[in-house]
T-cell receptor
Framework: AQSVTQLGSHVSVSEGALVLLRCNYSSSVPPYLFWYVQYPNQGLQLLLKYTSAATLVKGINGFEAEFKKSETSFHLTKPSAHMSDAAEYFC??????????????FGKGTKLSVKP | KAGVTQTPRYLIKTRGQQVTLSCSPISGHRSVSWYQQTPGQGLQFLFEYFSETQRNKGNFPGRFSGRQFSNSRSEMNVSTLELGDSALYLCASSLEGLDTEAFFGQGTRLTVV
């Protein structure tokens, strides 16, 4: 069975500081990994995805993540936080069952606060 | 290109009633999935439909059901509503293939009173 663990339900950083959101996964098959962001009362927006190509993945809004198989991790980073980055972030894993990404297992989410 | 559209956005129902939620996927997407989001349990997979057939199912009771039409639009039904069914229900659509991603709608906020 697959699972995702996000360390830290709340993370607070100062504007301009490094953002690091942690995600560890468990999968018996090569995983497909995703980071999504959710703003209040909104759906989920894809930030980036890993689908077995390059291990360092660049996404939107300056975010990137590195797939580390040995550590079973897929941490999300951004060099410099903006106030607009305040939101909830979800890491998700898929085994590609059925030939699509229609069955995602999500972590519990990390709420990011950005202080001025 | 229009995104995933969910209707209605907000819904209030009484315990014991049933409810139907609707999802229109992005044009050309044949896979539609449903998720339940609650503060306590987080985001949980309900089921996935592809070409009018349920392809995957999460661990939810039989009161939760769905269907998909020939135009890929999908509906989700919850019967005999319980207070614990209050949640944000999210629909996502995707293309076939593994180098793809799920696109989410804004969700339907269901409140059971």
């Amino acid at each position: 069975a697959q699972s995702v663990t996000q360390l830290g339900s709340h993370v607070s950083v100062s504007e301009g500081a490094l953002v690091l959101l942690r995600c560890n996964y468990s999968s018996s098959v090569p995983p497909y990994l995703f980071w999504y962001v959710q703003y209040p009362n909104q759906g989920l927006q894809l930030l980036l995805k890993y689908t077995s190509a390059a291990t360092l993945v660049k996404g939107i809004n300056g975010f990137e993540a590195e797939f580390k198989k040995s550590e079973t991790s897929f941490h999300l980073t951004k060099p410099s936080a903006h106030m607009s980055d305040a939101a909830e972030y979800f890491c998700a894993v898929s085994d590609g069952r059925g030939g699509s990404q229609g069955n995602l297992i999500f972590g519990k989410g990390t709420k990011l606060s950005v202080k001025p | 290109k229009a995104g995933v559209t969910q209707t209605p956005r907000y819904l209030i129902k009484t315990r014991g009633q049933q409810v139907t939620l609707s999802c229109s996927p992005i044009s050309g997407h044949r896979s539609v999935s449903w998720y339940q989001q609650t503060p306590g349990q987080g985001l949980q997979f309900l089921f996935e439909y592809f070409s009018e057939t349920q392809r995957n199912k999460g661990n939810f009771p039989g009161r939760f059901s769905g269907r998909q039409f020939s135009n890929s639009r999908s509906e989700m039904n919850v019967s005999t509503l319980e207070l614990g069914d209050s949640a944000l229900y999210l629909c996502a659509s995707s293309l076939e293939g593994l180098d793809t991603e799920a696109f989410f709608g804004q969700g339907t906020r269901l409140t059971v009173v």
